[in-house]
């Protein structure tokens, strides 16, 4: 089963960033490979129950099944031990990715208050990172059921080269960047 946004992806943008990049094959042209959605969840060290709490909103807003990430050593000040769960993430690909993608743009993130656009600015290789600081955006989650508002950065991984094409490829699939390029 195809998504609209992988078919719209196939037919609109594929043909519309090789007029733009004047790319000679498809295959030159850049896509999303993953959408990685991760949380550290620092009060973790005092309370284990963040982590299974975690793990099951992110399990409620992506469609699939969370993991704990561990910490690599040993930090006395900030009371971690080494392999202590101290964040969740998921990385989605494929059909799930575009599901995701979709209900972020259309429902998500005009759920933000005051929502002016998202910040523009890529890492150099072409991706790009956004960070959400409450978790309450996405209609999967139960306010009710909330004890604690949690952020999460969402990583767009796009096989672009330059910041440009990348920027371009993710403007073509509708985030709503506030500023535009020079």
Do not use: C, W
């Amino acid at each position: 089963m195809e998504t609209t946004l992988s078919k719209d992806y196939k037919e609109r943008i594929v043909p519309a960033l090789t007029k733009e990049f004047g790319y000679s094959t498809v295959m030159q042209v850049p896509h999303l490979e993953k959408i990685v959605i991760n949380q550290g969840i620092g009060e973790a060290t005092q309370d284990k129950k963040l982590i299974d709490t975690a793990i099951n909103e992110l399990t409620a807003i992506t469609g699939q099944k969370a993991v704990a990430t561990l910490s690599r050593k040993d930090i006395s000040n900030f009371k971690v031990r080494k392999k202590m769960p101290i964040g969740v993430r998921v990385t989605l690909r494929r059909e799930r990715m575009y599901e995701f993608l979709e209900r972020l743009i259309r429902v998500a993130l005009p759920r933000i208050r005051d929502f002016k656009g998202i910040e523009g600015k890529l890492d150099g290789r072409g991706n790009y990172t956004l960070g959400i600081t409450e978790q309450i955006i996405f209609p999967e989650i139960n306010i009710d059921n909330i004890n604690k508002l949690m952020g999460m950065n969402i990583t767009f991984v796009t096989s672009a080269n330059t910041d440009e094409e990348g920027y371009a490829l993710l403007k073509q699939f509708g985030l709503p960047f506030k500023n535009e390029k020079k």
